[in-house]
């Protein structure tokens, strides 16, 4: 695994944390919730408010979204390092004959 590779893998392993804390969880949930709710409570035509708030709520998604993204690569990480052990593996055991 080289130091990029290294790097994203930790900082996978961080995510998989967060994503695993009830607290955490429940804080973003809320947080989307609040902000969904602000926007169907601001009047419609005040635009720049609506907006502000859909902006904020993206933003919170987009967090999120990096979040899931690198525990999935982390995953993905993880499956290839077995897979390549096993074909390790099987090397050998062709030494072996």
Same mark, same amino acid.
């Given at each position: 695994?080289?130091?990029?590779?290294?790097?994203?893998?930790? @900082? $996978?392993?961080?995510?998989?944390?967060?994503?695993?804390?009830? !607290?955490?969880?429940?804080?973003i949930h809320e947080m989307s919730a609040g902000l969904l709710e602000a926007i169907a409570d601001t009047d419609p035509k005040d635009s720049k408010t609506r907006e502000t708030y859909y902006y904020?709520? @993206? $933003?919170?998604?987009?967090?999120?979204?990096?979040?899931?993204? !690198?525990?999935?690569?982390?995953?993905?990480?993880?499956?290839?390092?077995?897979?390549?052990?096993?074909?390790?593996?099987?090397?050998?055991?062709?030494?072996?004959?």
């Open positions: 695994m080289n130091e990029l590779e290294q790097q994203l893998y930790e @900082r $996978g392993v961080h995510a998989d944390s967060l994503l695993r804390q009830e !607290l955490f969880m429940q804080t904020m709520h @993206r $933003g919170l998604k987009d967090v999120m979204g990096t979040i899931v993204k !690198l525990s999935q690569h982390r995953e993905q990480l993880d499956h290839e390092i077995v897979e390549d052990e096993a074909e390790l593996l099987s090397d050998d055991d062709m030494l072996d004959l």
